[in-house]
C-alpha cells in the first residue's frame, strides 16, 4: 500500500491528464478546442498584421521577390 502512494504522488498529474485527455478524445471535445484554437489564431495574426501593417508588406514584398 505504500508503494501504491508513492507512486501516486510521484505521478499524479500524468494520470490525470491522461484522464482528461481519455475524456476530451471520448466526447469529441478536440474539435470544439481545434476550432476555438484556430479562431483565437485568425484573431491574433489578423491584429498583428493589422498593427504592423508597414512592417508586413515589407517582408512580403521580399519574400515575394525572392521567389
Not at 11 to 20: D, T
Amino acid at each position: 500500500m505504500n508503494n501504491f502512494k508513492e507512486f501516486w504522488n510521484q505521478f499524479k498529474g500524468a494520470i490525470i491528464g491522461v484522464i482528461i485527455a481519455i475524456l476530451i478524445l471520448i466526447t469529441k471535445l478536440h474539435d470544439l478546442i481545434l476550432a476555438i484554437v484556430l479562431i483565437f489564431l485568425g484573431a491574433f495574426v489578423g491584429n498583428y498584421i493589422q498593427q504592423n501593417k508597414e512592417f508586413v508588406k515589407e517582408k512580403l514584398k521580399k519574400f515575394i521577390d525572392k521567389m
